[in-house]
């Protein structure tokens, strides 16, 4: 009897024991994890970035392309020029946002880099940063292409690949039920001293869309020779059905000479992953052209695309060009 009872007094001390160790015991626990979280107030791709209530958005493109260009002359006596190369090209933007009191404040940069191999010796490599401006409200200033441009038609040669030129500027933009006004001021590039005033208008419904913009340049370098300038730019897409649409623009400047524009366009999906485009432009003084694409979204994000285009020049010289481009995009 004895035993018994000092075995269970054993027993019941060392359970009393290990009950305090494991009382006493500090457990470690993992640290606070600062997960990534989804911004979509301004839309797809923006992510909150950790510790503030900024959005950011990175986005951008690789492209490899192959061109080939015939320049087939009609004058007499001029000779048959073929030329051909090649491209890769990279863009990368980033795009941070915040609501503030005074309205989204935004920060935005473009960095496009390339290189070029025309089928020779020749290698052209080129890094810019071609757009780096702060929005806040409607207010904007820094260095962008001009706003008063307007992009002309479908696909490669008269839509994607034009190029307006960047300005320094500062503008304000009002913008409600459709509508939109943008009008600012700024200089060109820094290459000279010219001066710019733009207003725009777009409106833009469900299944139209049109837009206008006058630009005056200033051009204090030259002024005696070809003085200021007066741009005019008048653009429509309508859009029937998805997938369908039609472009049409027209665009004049005052500066001397012929230089009246104007064109169509019309793009059309043949299917979810496959879509077509065509245009046809005219300028006064210069010649006529026109241009076709197939493009064809192998998976997502990456697209391959057949690029066709006819210069029929008034100088005798016509040209016939053709790219292939493929274009991953992130």
């Known amino acids: 009897m004895k035993l018994k009872a000092l075995l269970l007094g054993s027993a019941a001390a060392l359970i009393a024991v290990s009950g305090a160790n494991a009382a006493d015991a500090v457990v470690a626990e993992p640290e606070p994890m600062d997960y990534v979280k989804v911004c ?11 510790g503030t209530e900024n959005c950011l958005k990175i986005g951008g493109y690789v492209r490899v392309e192959y061109d080939y260009t015939e320049i087939d002359p009609t004058a007499a006596g001029a000779t048959n020029t073929v030329d051909q190369g090649s491209t890769v090209s990279t863009r990368l933007t980033f795009d941070v946002r915040s609501e503030t009191d005074l309205g989204t404040l935004r920060g935005y940069a473009r960095v496009d880099g390339s290189r070029s191999n025309d089928g020779g010796p020749l290698v052209t490599t080129d890094m810019n940063f071609s757009n780096i401006y702060i929005e806040l409200g409607g207010f904007s200033t820094g260095f962008r292409e001009i706003r008063s441009a307007i992009a002309a038609g479908y696909g490669t040669y008269d839509g994607d690949d034009q190029n307006f030129g960047n300005v320094f500027y500062v503008d304000y933009t009002w913008a409600a039920n459709g509508l939109s006004v943008v009008a600012g001021v700024g200089s060109d590039d820094g290459q000279s001293d010219n001066g710019v005033a733009y207003i725009r208008g777009d409106y833009a419904a469900d299944m139209w869309t049109v837009a206008a913009s006058f630009t005056h340049i200033t051009d204090s370098t030259n002024a005696a020779v070809s003085g200021d300038e007066q741009q005019y730019n008048i653009w429509a897409e309508v859009r029937p059905m998805d997938g369908f649409g039609i472009r049409a623009y027209y665009n004049d400047s005052s500066a001397g000479g012929n230089n009246a524009h104007w064109g169509v366009g019309a793009q059309f999906a043949v299917a979810d992953n496959v879509s077509i485009n ?7 003084g210069t010649g006529s052209g026109y241009s076709g694409q197939i493009a064809w979204t192998i998976v997502p994000d990456l697209t391959l695309a057949f690029n066709a285009q006819q210069l029929d020049n008034d100088n005798g010289l016509d040209q016939t060009d053709f790219k292939i481009r493929l274009n991953r995009s992130f």
């Open 40 to 50: 979509d107030m301004y839309g797809a791709g923006f992510f909150y970035i950790p």
């Open 278 to 284: 065509a245009n046809y432009w005219d300028t006064d």
